[in-house]
T-cell receptor, first 110, second 117 residues
Framework: GQQVMQIPQYQHVQEGEDFTTYCNSS?????IQWYKQRPGGHPVFLIQ?????EVKKQKRLTFQFGEAKKNSSLHITATQTTDVGTYFC??????????FGQGTRLTINP | KAGVTQTPRYLIKTRGQQVTLSCSPI?????VSWYQQTPGQGLQFLFE???????NKGNFPGRFSGRQFSNSRSEMNVSTLELGDSALYLC????????????????FGSGTRLTVV
């Protein structure tokens, strides 16, 4: 079945540095969703991208959806300690199932 | 509006026992999806229910089952617990139009942390 791969698995940065996580799907996706899970918390929906080549920004976060709709990235500019957590991408498999990547765990040295 | 409510928050069970977890979705949401989260396997899809019908099921043994009631509340049951069933079980609520058109994403509950000893 469809697989969603995410890299890197872990990323440690100094506060103020940038951070990027990449997501790749084995099949073309109708949309890609991104979630953030804080330590000890649950995943929280961040955004959904639908169009080929789409770029969306949320303050310091930039989300991109690839032209072929098989890959996506999340870039955080000038990380802050509040950005700590695990970032997941997710894509639909069929109409009623959302498949999640393994996640990228971000830790920040203040 | 109230979020997704999962009960209980924590459970400790012994191998061989069974357990029932509950999830109340956001009011008006008719779809409930269940996920198992472990450090090694990430978020694994268990099943999805909409209007009391299971529409999709993940690759889990038959010991894992679920159901949904007419008020959209859902329960999942794990029978004959094994040590490997220790995990965070997450319930996700959505409007039910399907993952392809879920523009508002899924809303997750805080989860039930199950420990099997």
């Amino acid at each position: 079945g469809q697989q969603v791969m995410q890299i890197p698995q872990y990323q440690h940065v100094q506060e103020g540095e940038d951070f990027t996580t990449y997501c790749n799907s084995s099949t073309t996706l109708s949309n890609i969703q991104w979630y953030k899970q804080r330590p000890g918390g649950h995943p929280v929906f961040l955004i959904q991208l639908v169009k080929s080549g789409e770029v969306k920004k949320q303050k310091r976060l930039t989300f991109q959806f690839g032209e072929a709709k098989k890959n996506s990235s999340l870039h955080i500019t000038a990380t802050q300690t509040t950005d700590v957590g695990t970032y997941f991408c997710a894509g639909p498999q069929g109409a009623q199932k959302l498949v999640f990547g393994q996640g990228t765990r971000l830790t920040i040295n203040p | 509006k109230a979020g997704v409510t999962q009960t209980p928050r924590y459970l400790i069970k012994t191998r061989g026992q069974q357990v029932t977890l509950s999830c109340s979705p956001i009011s008006g949401h008719r779809s409930v999806s269940w996920y198992q989260q472990t450090p090694g396997q990430g978020l694994q899809f268990l099943f999805e229910y909409f209007s009391e019908t299971q529409r999709n099921k993940g690759n889990f043994p038959g010991r894992f089952s679920g159901r949904q009631f007419s008020n959209s509340r859902s329960e999942m049951n794990v029978s004959t617990l094994e040590l490997g069933d220790s995990a965070l079980y997450l319930c996700a609520s959505s409007s039910g139009q399907g993952a392809r058109v879920t523009f508002n994403g899924y809303t997750f509950g805080s989860g039930t942390r199950l420990t099997v000893v």
